[in-house]
Every structure is written in structure tokens, then in C-alpha cells.
């Protein structure tokens, strides 16, 4: 009889190889978390523009605009539409980050989620279901277009109960 190479159990472990690579192939690039009042995974408020670019790679498009005055005050908007991604600064600080639907100011769809399970493919039902009724509405006519939640996110619907955009901004002291 010849030497085993094979450990004993050998076959147990090779029948679970489909199982194990299914689990490798989930584990490759994640989807970007939506940090309501924090950020993305790859961008926070309070980063620096170097920060941004070093995550999300160099603009597809920037606007800036000075406003002199008392203080000096540089608001810039780099603009990534194939990413579904919007990051306003001001001085050079991430101070909010918009995060697109599909064709939503000509952006491609964002494709994180919230930790509650929230993306940009969900209902105004499901919002409602997971992070219940919103903080605050708009007023009137386009009361219901408007989500405003105190964990810092908002949440922009169409006239289809689909969303819009998010706004990831910080939490109000």
C-alpha cells in the first residue's frame, strides 16, 4: 500500500471547496457603507481634498467659488458623476457629500448602502420601514420630497417615491 499524501478527511474538505470559494469571492472589494453624519467608507467629513482625491482619484469635473469678506472663504465641489459621488468643501474640508441615483444630475447610481440596509434603489417604504419617519419635512408643496434625519443623512425623493440622492452631512451640535 502506498503513502497517503492527503490528509485523512481529505474528501470532507474538497467537498466544501465550492462553499469556501463562494465565501472568497464575497469577500473581495465592498460596496461603500453610507455613514450618516460621518461619511463613506473611503471619505469623512473633516478630510482634507488631498484625502478625497487620494480615495476616489482625481475629480471628473470641480467647481469653486471665492467669497471674500470678514474671512476668506473658498467653497469647491469635486465632481466624480461615475461614481454616483459629489464632495462639497469648503477651505479644503469635506463638508458634505452627495450621493447620486441613476441619472440623478447626470451621475451613475452610488452603490453603497446605510448600515440599516438604505440604498439608492430603495422605496420611500422601505425608508419609512427602517429608519422610520423622518426628523424634519420640507414645508408645503414639496413636503414629502424631503427626508431629514438627525443622524445626518437626507434623503431627496423623486415625484416616483424613489430616491433622488442622499446627503451625508454632519450632526447639528
Known sequence: ????????????????????????????????LILPGQGISSVSIGDEGEKVIAALG?????????????????????????????????????????????????????????????DLASSRAEVLERMGPPDRKLEGELAERLYDYDDGLEISFRADDTIHHFVVKPTAP
Open 58 to 118: 482625481e475629480p471628473e469635473d470641480r467647481s469653486t467659488q471665492s467669497v471674500v469678506g470678514k474671512e476668506s472663504l473658498v467653497m469647491e465641489y469635486y465632481i466624480y458623476p461615475s461614481k454616483g459621488i459629489d464632495v462639497f468643501l469648503e477651505n479644503g474640508e469635506v463638508k458634505t457629500i452627495f450621493l447620486y441615483g441613476q441619472g440623478a444630475e447626470d451621475h451613475q447610481r452610488f452603490s453603497g448602502r446605510t448600515p440599516g440596509g438604505i
Open 1 to 32: 500500500m502506498g503513502r497517503k499524501i492527503f490528509p485523512r478527511g481529505f474528501a470532507v474538505s474538497a467537498a466544501a471547496l465550492p462553499i469556501v470559494g463562494l465565501l472568497w469571492i464575497g469577500c473581495g472589494p465592498q460596496a461603500e
